[in-house]
């Protein structure tokens, strides 16, 4: 989350920020949020959005000041890339439609049943779009002007490890503590753990797979699956835990790969880095511009390092 400098209380009736003179209005923010929302519940479900990210800030209440500054940052980058003679035009937003949804929807019709679906209009889903655009079009650009040095990437990684190495684990989950304790019994007798998972494990959607849960970073689990993620940060590569306790049962963890190295993470601390920098960039163009924001904001720790 990007907050600027002009962020405050004062209220204004009606009206959520301004830019450069620019009225950004609650009537018209509460109409877009309503499809971000409907989006998000069809892909979540409801109650993902009552969910806390940390004290005092749901999901919901995030995604609210998230789509603030984007609606800020579109005015701010329209005038950023008219400069550059990189303006998105009507032709661009057509072709991204046409592409991304109404050729993989099927067609006019399935793609007018889709707006329908979010209720939203043609004209409001194009100024979304248009933003999107922006963004890529405007970051894109940006980046190309970045060079990064080895060294600089280096101590990027160095600093924020833990945000960058990963591991990729299996698990079988059982009810209980007996028959946990069979499964372990059964590993060191040199069963096959990927056969284990896929006849005594009782969570369906990874033991079709031999448990395996694919490769994730340090607190990217969610909060009911802690235990696992801080077990598996804990082991080596091929080591199996002991049991561990969470309100969906018993879990046997193996560490199937562990990923740890600036040269094989090379890649992602460059990326992260980048991103960072383009974050700071915008940052920069709000300070420059006239913002004023009305809406009330909980100062956001960002994620990024």
Do not use: W
Not at 147 to 154: C, M, N, P, T, Y
Request: net charge negative; with cysteine.
């Amino acid at each position: 989350m990007l907050l600027c400098a002009a962020c405050g209380n004062n209220s204004k009736e009606g009206v959520l920020a301004e830019v450069d003179g620019h009225l950004i209005l609650e009537e018209d923010f509460d109409r877009e949020f309503e499809i971000k929302r409907k989006i998000y519940v069809s892909q979540y479900g409801e109650d993902f959005l009552k969910q806390e990210l940390e004290e005092g800030l749901t999901i919901e209440e995030f995604l609210k000041e998230e789509l603030l500054f984007e609606i800020i940052h579109e005015h701010i980058l329209s005038k950023e890339l008219d400069k550059l003679n990189m303006a998105v035009t009507q032709e661009d937003i057509d072709e991204y439609i046409q592409n991304n949804y109404i050729n993989r929807l099927g067609g006019e019709e399935n793609y007018d049943d889709y707006l329908d679906s979010l209720g939203v209009s043609s004209g409001d889903f194009r100024k979304i779009i248009a933003r999107e655009l922006m963004y890529e079009r405007h970051s894109q650009h940006f980046y190309e002007q970045i060079d990064l040095s080895e060294d600089e990437v280096r101590d990027y990684y160095e600093k924020n490890k833990d945000v960058f190495i990963k591991v990729r684990a299996s698990h079988i989950l059982v009810k209980t503590e007996e028959e946990g304790r069979e499964v372990l019994r059964r590993l060191q007798a040199g069963e096959d753990f990927a056969s284990l998972a896929a006849i005594m494990s009782i969570d369906t959607n990874s033991a079709v797979k031999g448990g395996d849960l694919g490769y994730f970073t340090k607190g990217s689990m969610a909060e009911q699956y802690k235990e696992i993620e801080e077990a598996a940060f804990s082991l080596k590569e091929g080591e199996v835990s002991n049991l561990i306790k969470t309100d969906f049962g018993y879990h046997i963890v193996l560490i199937e790969d562990r990923v740890d190295s600036f040269e094989d993470l090379k890649e992602e601390a460059e990326k992260a880095l980048k991103n960072k920098k383009y974050y700071e960039e915008l940052n920069r163009l709000m300070e420059k511009a006239n913002v004023k924001v009305y809406m009330d904001l909980r100062e956001n720790k960002s994620n990024l390092p």
